[in-house]
């Protein structure tokens, strides 16, 4: 099964919206990651954020974390056509050294 | 520019065939992963390897094998064993940390009839 569970698995907006999506994942991690895939093409890497931290930035990107609810969410703040893809979250646990990707939200940004 | 280099892009096969993705980077990175993906889903792990001449069954490893015979280079063969290769399979590597972020390449899509 999963470790990371994205919602919602799809969002649509328009351009200059605030792009807002949540994973929960199951078991303790050491670090929590967010990544991102356009179509057909491989996944980059965005924002990897540790267990001992609660939230960090990155440009138009916000990401929290939550360890007591086992929760995380990427914020994408004034969206543009460009960042329409599909996101995805990955954990690493704190006991392993495999990520677990979840099954992604495909993010759709309208101009 | 360093990178993960998988080719073909595409690849069509025959039902019985063993067929082998390939995958070089030039990071100089110690880890080497291979992912599979199916349409509208998350990615799971099949193999990985930590260092040369040393790799590690994932999640899905049945039907699939590997080699790590150099640091830059980590082949993936689907034999024909698998039940449903048809699927989207991604590269990735690290530089062998395992809090680092993993390096994509841009896949194989494999279409197997």
């Known amino acids: 099964s999963q470790q990371g569970e994205e919602d919602p698995q799809a969002l649509s907006i328009q351009e200059g919206e605030n792009a807002t999506m949540n994973c929960s994942y199951k078991?303790?991690?050491?670090?929590l990651q967010w990544y991102r895939q356009n179509s057909g093409r491989g996944l980059v890497h965005l924002i990897l954020i540790r267990s001992n931290e609660r939230e960090k930035h990155s440009g138009r990107l916000r990401v929290t974390l939550d360890t007591s609810k086992k929760s995380s969410s990427l914020l994408i703040t004034a969206s543009r056509a460009a960042d329409t893809a599909s996101y995805f979250c990955a954990t690493l646990p704190a006991a392993g050294n495999k990520l677990t990707f979840g099954g992604g939200t495909r993010v759709l940004v309208k101009p | 520019d360093g990178g993960i280099t998988q080719s073909p892009k595409y690849l069509f096969r025959k039902e019985g065939q063993n067929v082998t993705l390939s995958c070089e980077q030039n990071?100089?990175?110690?880890?080497m992963y291979w992912y599979r993906q199916d349409p509208g889903q998350g990615l799971r792990l099949i193999y990985y390897s930590q260092i040369v001449n040393d790799f590690q069954k994932g999640d899905i490893a049945e039907g699939y094998s590997v080699s790590r015979e150099k640091k830059e280079s980590f082949p993936l063969t689907v034999t024909s064993a698998q039940k449903n290769p048809t699927a989207f399979y991604l590269c990735a590597s690290s530089p062998g940390q395992y809090n680092s972020p993993l390096h994509f390449g841009n896949g194989t899509r494999l279409t197997v009839t």
């Open positions: 078991t303790s991690i050491n670090n």
């Open positions: 990071l100089n990175h110690d880890a």
